[in-house]
Every structure is written in structure tokens, then in C-alpha cells.
């Protein structure tokens, strides 16, 4: 069964940095496209990153410039380094995990149970 | 403002049947990408409840089913049980310089009466 398991919230000062964890079993995090969603607190769902399999990444406006996202394929690991972190950026972070089929792309379809992140003075 | 459109909360009574739009545009599901559905039960982390449009994953009721026109999608639950009582996420893809990006619905709530 796949799993994942996310690590690294906390509480941070404004213009801060965190490091997100996500640990990866039963599925390789290289071969697979891996994405970062966040939900503020009372909110809906936002897109933040993604990694796809051959490599390349992309970033939502919002967190361009500032966050990165990266994997170790000797740890089977996702992260996300975030950086000049705001307010705004206080949320729940998960990582998911993107199905394919030949050329479909088929939703999330494991998601980690999250990490809060809480960015204030 | 989320790109896709959702009803901010729906309500039904036990056995009933309900329906969750989401509307979007010609850059994202009128632009043929397919749409998803996600169930969040409170304090939990989303589940794949739909994938392409109509397709439900392994173990998910059959009381679930989605549907896709034009610039819309529609999720409609059967049946309803005091368990369904969640929010609800469509998902789908926007068009942009850089490639298709994920763009989310606002989330709809589903209230059982």
C-alpha cells in the first residue's frame, strides 16, 4: 500500500525558512509526477508545486522565487524548502502523489496527512 | 477567487440525491481537460473521489458519479448517508505560457440534514 508521510511544519518568524518532508513507501517519488497543495486555515485548496518524473518543476505565482522543490531518490523523498516566508503562507501543506495512464493524468491519488505551517510573530 | 466555481454549500436529507457544479472556462475544462473530484472529511486530508470526469477509484461507492459539459462538471451523490458530510473539491488544468497549470475549486459543503 502507498503511503506518505509529511514532516518539517512549525512555527516560523515572518521572512523565515522550513524545509518539508515527504517520505514516500510502496511507489518510487522519481518515477511519479509529485505535487505540494496547501489549505489555509478555514480554506479551500491551492496548488503550490510540482515535480514532474522527467524532472522539471514549477511553481504557483504566489510562492515563485521563494520556495523550491526537490526529491532524493536514495530516500525515496519529496521536499519543499521554503524561504522569505509570509503570513499568507500559513497553511496545512500536503504532498500528493499524481496518477498516470499512458498519457491521462488521473487526480491525486495518495495524499500525505499533512504539516502545519504557521508563519507569525 | 478560485479559477473554477463551486457552490459554497449544498444540503440534503438522508437517501436524497444532490448535485455539485463547478464551472469553469475555455481555458481550463472547456479546453478538454478532464476534471477531478476530491471528498475531505473534516480534519482529514483530501481523497480522489472521481478522477476523468466519470471514473471512480477502486472502493469508492458507485453512489458517487461525476459528469463533464462544456465549460462544466457536475459531481451527484445518491443515496445520501450521514457519512457523505464533507467538503467537496473539483480540480482541473489551466492553460498558461508555461504549460497547464492544477487549478482548484473554492469547495463546496455538503450538509446532511
Known amino acids: 500500500e502507498a503511503q506518505l508521510v509529511e514532516s518539517g511544519g512549525g512555527l516560523v518568524q515572518p521572512g523565515g525558512s522550513l524545509r518539508l518532508s515527504c517520505a514516500a513507501s510502496?511507489?518510487?517519488?522519481?518515477?511519479?509526477?509529485m505535487r505540494w497543495v496547501r489549505q489555509a486555515p478555514g480554506k479551500g485548496l491551492e496548488w503550490v508545486s510540482v515535480l514532474f518524473s522527467g524532472g522539471s518543476s514549477y511553481y504557483a505565482d504566489s510562492v515563485k522565487g521563494r520556495f523550491s522543490i526537490s526529491r532524493d531518490i536514495s530516500k525515496n523523498t519529496l521536499f519543499l524548502q521554503m524561504n522569505s516566508l509570509r503570513a499568507g503562507d500559513t497553511a496545512v501543506y500536503y504532498c500528493a502523489r499524481e496518477d498516470r495512464f499512458g498519457g491521462n493524468l488521473r487526480g491525486f491519488d495518495y495524499w500525505g496527512q499533512g504539516t502545519l505551517v504557521t508563519v507569525s510573530s | 477567487q478560485s479559477v473554477l466555481t463551486q457552490p459554497p454549500s449544498v444540503s440534503g436529507a438522508p437517501g436524497q440525491r444532490v448535485t455539485i457544479s463547478c464551472t469553469g472556462s475555455s481555458s481550463n475544462i472547456g479546453a478538454s481537460y478532464d476534471v477531478h473530484w476530491y471528498q475531505q472529511l473534516p480534519g482529514t486530508a483530501p481523497k480522489l473521489l472521481i478522477y476523468g470526469n466519470n471514473n471512480r477509484p477502486s472502493g469508492v461507492p458507485d453512489r458517487f458519479s461525476g459528469s463533464k459539459s462544456g465549460t462544466s462538471a457536475s459531481l451527484a451523490i445518491t443515496g445520501l448517508q450521514a457519512e457523505d458530510e464533507a467538503d467537496y473539491y473539483c480540480q482541473s488544468y489551466d492553460s498558461s505560457p508555461s504549460g497547464a497549470h492544477v487549478v482548484f475549486g473554492g469547495g463546496t459543503k455538503l450538509t446532511v440534514l
Open positions: 510502496g511507489f518510487t517519488v522519481s518515477s511519479n509526477h
